[in-house]
């Protein structure tokens, strides 16, 4: 016969198991995040629709406003990709490990499209 509370325990532990599983499974799969690095008049005249404002210039010292996670995805994008690449190049001195350049505003547009974003 199986103790109670041995089933009780074993049940408790895989629902602890689980809850992990599925709650880092979500931040996994979770959407990247989108940083336009322009200035603010380049991004007021059209931005990808997911992107949030980080000029290339403050994105060290802002980057916590939109994630502390050092696993993120993150989407850089600028005019022609040069500080883009200034900024991957200052979230992975800083520990951001996923990080990509997309290059210019046009190449984020094609690749919000592709990804459904716009």
């Avoid at 005249?45 to 994105?59: D, K, L």
């Avoid at 939109?66 to 040069?82: F, L, P």
């Avoid at 979230?91 to 997309?102: D, H, K, S």
Wanted: hydrophobic share 45%.
């Amino acid at each position: 016969m199986i103790d109670g509370a041995f089933m009780i325990n074993t049940f408790s532990r895989t629902s602890i198991l689980l809850t992990l599983l599925l709650f880092s499974f979500g931040l996994w799969a979770s959407d990247p995040l989108w940083i336009d690095v322009r200035s603010p008049d380049e991004y007021a005249s059209g931005h990808v629709e997911a992107a949030v404002n980080i000029p290339y210039t403050e994105i060290g010292a802002r980057i916590n406003e939109v994630t502390e996670d050092k696993d993120a995805v993150i989407y850089v994008y600028c005019r022609s990709g040069r500080r883009s690449g200034i900024a991957k190049q200052t979230l992975q001195e800083a520990g951001f490990l996923n990080v990509v350049n997309i290059g210019g505003f046009e190449e984020a547009q094609e690749k919000a499209a592709k990804m459904d974003i716009q």
